[in-house]
């Protein structure tokens, strides 16, 4: 029978199902919810069929996977040829601890590096800064020279291992500490594989680890962009983060639009400064959120890799790789509980599956224990096990997108670009990112959403087990990550005695000639990177760039 | 005019983690109290000069950083070398069980940490409201 | 209470917020203070700061109190924002913007809350100005919550009025209700780093052109608080007008009408705490409604009732 035939016998059993079987069951067993709702309230049918993907066309909105638009994939046979890297976020405490943990997660399996920095370290100041008070090591690793740096890497191959660093604000110093680092080894710029995440847009709106004014900090991103696929073609040097903006509160789609739209703004920066699109696209790099909806989330990572794949045609990319939307994922610390930690590590599991199943190249999973403190190594071995369950036992990486046609995910996934271009369509009516950041616009969208999940919460209206429902009143009884006492006074005797024996007037001489060329538009990177093989700190070149550049305020939206 | 509870939610030291502070100064606002929130990278000076000239009844310290011990005792200490005992002073964000009861001991009178409905830390600053 | 009004005229933070709070929850131990305190106010110079909202008013106060804290001068400053009609609570986010000033022992700052008072500012407002006075201030700034035409108390209250307006507005200027435009002895441009400045100050220069029935051309200054340009313009400006205000007999005229406002205030107050005072006459009031409701009376029956009551 003949299409049009075939969609009205459809409707006609359908309906006859709806009328008959479906309505007696939802007599006999009432639906639990007056309606479905995901959490970027979506509502979500009872069924999904051949009918919600009609319109959908397999070769041109789905296509194969490694070809336009991506939706299935950016590699033709994924995880069968290669597997995700299992690159595990850690850091705490001095270098010295932190290479230990680094060593014994590479032994139990991981398969790249990820840094973890401490608060002052984010912000640009030393150890002994009057502000870092406190804060040493206790979030992350505490780096302020070259000195830690190659404490950091020591006995860690660096021409082998690829090591993402999540680094915003001083992102380019750090960076440079890390190529000086590989140089001082032996190891040219073009053997060193890596990430830095570099996305200061997401701090305005959601992170907050900002130093410098928007234009400065995109001057500066656009300068490691240019260094990048010129002088170290195997670095990403930007990852595009929606992660955190899901942290601070936002739904899966404002997660999705947010930073598909900062990276849109990224690109659109790179090629005002005369940067070709396809020189450096392939380097461009992004970061999601692993959370509790399942479909949802694996949904939204189909869905930005076709978003983005157009939206760079859009631009004049014209290299396949320059369309590729490539990923880092961690599961969702935001949705940890504190209480019963034990059951976090199924939670991490169902999220880390659902990236699996969306296509990420690289995956955190989360500990049981980060709602109370960072990681202990039971707790990190285990969520590496996770991973490798996943990857080992479970079958799901025998098969490229194996939810493909799913017509609930295909629908979804297709609903979710939809809200998207309407963000996209918002953020444009405000004058673009930046003129929406200060106006405050993302800002109120995260803080709204984040109060409605709050209230739904408390109010019983979204279930999340051990605290709402499903309680235990018990002393907690896991162990909690100690760290070494004398680590910060280690540390600042270090930095003591570098300010003492290095060459000080070498430090002072490449410390102007920063300011200089900061001063002017010249790259900066060669700039930084000889302050800092020349064994300036980090606070000390950061506060060149804070004259220059001036600091950073927030507006506060609630 | 019937009195109000003022109170100051302030984030000290450099955690820029503000999505919980955000949504408990917004459940005080509406449940009739006067909020003044600090904004981020605020020191323990900052904090309690604030405190003083907005006579707070009540300190709310969110830190997620890890810092809590040195930067909430800060708080404390000055706090009560400005004979301001009388203010009551709660925090909350990723504290450990075990410091829970040393930040008790140094006059922090309650710690909320994750899942902890808005609701509950209403009703302890209604209830426990020293002034 | 004798310490406490030495303490808040010595300048003691710890006293002044104290005595703040007293005023605004209608402490009866407040009032005698009040009393005590009053010969040291009239020193002050007061000046208003108002607009719509996003126009940068507290980035703007902040960058005026470092001015005046350059020259010397002790800065107390007043931030009003609305108190939610429904749950009586209120997020008092001005003082974010001037946390660098928390430490300096010659700022003293307060967040308020209107309390259900209408006109922009709080019915407390002229007991803060008094205590921030009597306490030494010199320049004391009050942020208004100025979103309308009914939010122009703040005329009342201060020797200078600022209203702040943003560039890229587009036609705006002449939609900003007629009170807000009417009250202003500067006009403060700010956030002039965006486009659309000229513009702006061009609508008001030519509404200014109609005017014919002011003494004194309104100046407009451009400001941008982001990037500290224009402040010590504005500072000039506002030097100038306290200079004009006080030749010409403005000042005085302006500062009876204060006192007169200041004056009904505290009587409104004190009669409505009496009217609606358990042991006074809530019980008659209570009364009255009730027959009200049952039209059994007329509200004006009900009013002379009441007042008889007082003014025997």
């Known amino acids: 029978m003949d299409k049009k035939d075939s969609a009205k016998k459809f409707s006609e059993r359908r309906a006859e199902w709806e009328k008959n079987l479906y309505a007696k069951a939802i007599q006999d067993n009432p639906e639990r919810k007056p309606k479905f709702k995901n959490l970027s309230e979506i509502e979500i049918k009872h069924l999904y069929t051949p009918e919600d993907i009609a319109d959908v066309d397999y070769l041109s909105d789905i296509g194969f996977p490694g070809e336009y638009p991506f939706i299935r994939g950016v590699h033709p046979n994924l995880y069968r040829g290669r597997l995700w890297t299992m690159r595990q976020f850690a850091g705490f405490g001095s270098a010295e601890e932190t290479n230990r943990r680094y060593h014994y997660l590479l032994e139990h399996g991981e398969t790249g590096l990820s840094v973890a920095f401490d608060y002052p370290t984010l912000y640009g100041y030393d150890t002994d800064h009057a502000l870092a008070r406190g804060e040493f090591g206790k979030c992350g690793v505490a780096i302020s020279s070259l000195v830690d740096m190659e404490l950091l890497f020591h006995g860690i191959p660096l021409e082998k291992i690829t090591t993402s660093m999540t680094i915003n604000g001083p992102a380019a110093i750090i960076w440079a500490m890390y190529i000086a680092n590989a140089e001082n080894q032996g190891i040219k710029k073009t053997q060193i594989g890596g990430t830095i995440q570099n996305d200061i847009l997401k701090e305005y709106i959601a992170q907050k680890s900002y130093i410098f004014p928007p234009e400065p900090s995109m001057r500066l991103i656009v300068d490691t962009f240019e260094y990048g696929f010129r002088q170290v073609p195997r670095w990403n040097t930007i990852s595009i983060s929606g992660y955190h903006i899901r942290e601070a509160g936002s739904t899966a789609i404002q997660e999705l639009a947010f930073t598909l739209g900062d990276g849109i703004e990224y690109v659109k920066a790179a090629m005002k400064r005369g940067l070709t699109i396809d020189d450096f696209a392939p380097r461009l790099s992004f970061f999601f959120n692993a959370h509790n909806d399942f479909f949802e989330e694996i949904a939204k990572y189909r869905a930005a890799r076709r978003i983005w794949a157009r939206e760079m045609k859009k631009l004049g990319a014209r290299k396949s790789r320059s369309l590729w939307m490539r990923f880092h994922t961690q599961t969702a610390g935001c949705s940890l509980t504190a209480q019963q930690p034990e059951i976090n590590i199924v939670r991490v599991t169902l999220q880390a599956l659902a990236a699996v199943l969306g296509g990420t190249q690289s995956l955190h999973t989360n500990s049981m224990d980060e709602a109370l403190a960072l990681p202990s190594e039971k707790a990190v071995r285990i969520a590496l096990r996770t991973q490798q369950i996943i990857a080992e036992e479970s079958g799901v990486t025998d098969t490229v997108d194996p939810l493909g046609g799913s017509y609930y995910l295909e629908w979804l996934t297709d609903t979710m670009e939809e809200e998207t271009y309407k963000y996209f369509d918002k953020v444009e009516q405000l004058g673009g990112v930046i003129p929406a950041i200060e106006k405050g616009f993302f800002q109120r969208e995260i803080a709204e959403s984040a109060y409605r999940y709050q209230k739904e919460t408390d109010e019983d209206k979204r279930i999340l087990v051990g605290v709402n429902r499903y309680k235990l009143d018990e002393e907690l009884s896991i162990p909690i990550l100690k760290m070494d006492e004398k680590g910060e006074e280690r540390q600042i005797n270090r930095l003591k005695k570098l300010r003492k024996e290095r060459d000080n007037e070498a430090v002072q001489k490449h410390l102007l000639r920063l300011r200089k060329a900061a001063e002017k538009d010249e790259n900066l990177m060669p700039y930084i990177l000889d302050c800092v093989h020349s064994y300036a700190t980090l606070g000390e070149t950061c506060d060149v760039l804070r004259e220059v550049f001036g600091e950073y305020r927030e507006i506060a939206v609630y | 005019m019937s009195k109000k509870i003022r109170v100051l939610v302030a984030k000290p030291g450099l955690d820029g983690h503000d999505r919980g502070a955000k949504i408990v100064a917004r459940a005080l606002r509406d449940a009739g109290m006067e909020v003044i929130y600090s904004g981020l990278h605020q020191t323990a000076s900052q904090i309690v000069n604030t405190a003083i000239q907005e006579d707070v009844d009540v300190v709310g310290l969110s830190l997620l950083s890890g810092a809590h011990m040195t930067l909430f005792i800060d708080v404390v200490t000055m706090l009560r070398d400005k004979q301001m005992e009388d203010v009551l002073v709660v925090g909350g964000g990723i504290i450990p069980e075990e410091d829970v009861s040393k930040l008790q001991k140094a006059g922090v009178a309650a710690v909320f940490g994750p899942g902890t409905p808005v609701d509950d830390i209403v009703c302890y600053i209604k209830k426990n409201v020293k002034r | ?312």
């Open chain 3, 1 to 312: 209470m004798n310490d406490l009004a030495s303490l808040v005229v010595s300048g003691n933070h710890r006293a002044i917020a104290r005595l703040i709070s007293m005023v605004e929850d209608d402490d009866v131990d407040a009032m005698d203070i009040m009393k005590k305190i009053h010969t040291n106010t009239g020193n002050a110079h007061i000046i208003g700061v108002t607009g719509v909202m996003g126009s940068g008013k507290s980035s703007l106060i902040f960058e005026l109190a470092l001015a005046y804290r350059a020259e010397g001068k002790k800065v107390g400053i007043i931030a009003i924002d609305p108190t939610s009609p429904f749950s009586g609570g209120a997020l008092l986010g001005d003082r974010i913007r001037m946390m660098d000033l928390s430490t300096d022992s010659g700022v003293f700052i307060r967040s308020m809350g209107t309390r259900g008072a209408i006109g922009g500012l709080t019915s407390s407002v002229y007991d803060v100005v008094e205590i921030l006075d009597a306490a030494g201030m010199d320049i004391i700034l009050i942020e208004t919550v100025g979103v309308g035409q009914d939010e122009v108390d703040i005329v009342k209250i201060a020797d200078t009025t600022l209203v702040v307006l943003i560039p890229g507005l587009g036609d705006s200027v002449q939609t900003i209700k007629a009170g807000l435009m009417e009250i202003a002895d500067i006009f403060v441009v700010n956030k002039s780093d965006k486009p659309g400045v000229e513009q702006a100050v061009a609508e008001l220069e030519s509404m200014l052109d109609l005017a014919t029935h002011i003494e004194r051309r309104t100046p407009i200054v451009t400001t941008s608080a982001k990037e500290k340009k224009g402040i010590p313009m504005l500072v000039r400006k506002i030097t100038e007008h306290q200079e004009y205000s006080k030749k010409s007999k403005v000042f005085d005229v302006r500062r009876r009408q204060r006192y007169e406002a200041e004056l009904i205030e505290i009587i409104r107050k004190r009669l409505m705490n009496f009217i609606f005072d358990e042991n006074k006459l809530k019980g008659t009031v209570d009364c009255c409604i009730d027959q009200i409701s049952k039209r059994e009376l007329d509200p004006y029956s009900a009013a002379d009732q009441i007042l008889g009551k007082i003014l025997k």
